[in-house]
């Protein structure tokens, strides 16, 4: 399974964008996804997750409300729209593949990442 991540970039503080992850591979479908982030100096942490049947959601605490996850399983792909931005949302960004949790070890495959930096 192949991930590629994309979406990212320089906005304000409050304003939003969508990031996109498109994946490829026979089971890719079948397969749970999430999104991590990583700042400056900070460990990788969970973002937001998907169970296969997109019947079941988890965010984290810092980004409920604001970040959405879906899926369009036509184009094979993973979005997550981020409204609201915040200075501390400031990170690469990662699409994962591959498991249904808040833990990094959990998930098989990732992207490269995209990075998404507000200002304030």
């Known amino acids: 399974v192949q991930l590629q991540a994309s979406g990212g970039g320089l906005v304000q503080a409050g304003a939003f964008l969508r990031l996109s992850c498109v994946t490829s591979g026979r089971t890719s479908s079948t397969y749970g996804m999430g999104w991590f982030r990583q700042g400056p100096g900070k460990e990788r942490e969970f973002v937001a997750a998907?169970?296969?049947?997109?019947?079941?959601?988890l965010y984290a605490d810092s980004v409920k409300g604001r970040f959405t996850m879906s899926r369009d399983f036509a184009k094979s792909t993973v979005y997550l729209q981020m409204n609201s931005l915040t200075p501390e949302d400031t990170a690469i960004y990662y699409c994962?593949?591959?498991?249904?949790?808040?833990?990094?070890?959990?998930?098989?495959?990732w992207g490269q990442g995209t990075l998404v930096t507000v200002s304030s």
């Open positions: 994962a593949a591959g498991g249904f949790s808040k833990i990094v070890s959990d998930y098989r495959y």
């Open positions: 998907m169970t296969s049947s997109i019947n079941t959601q």
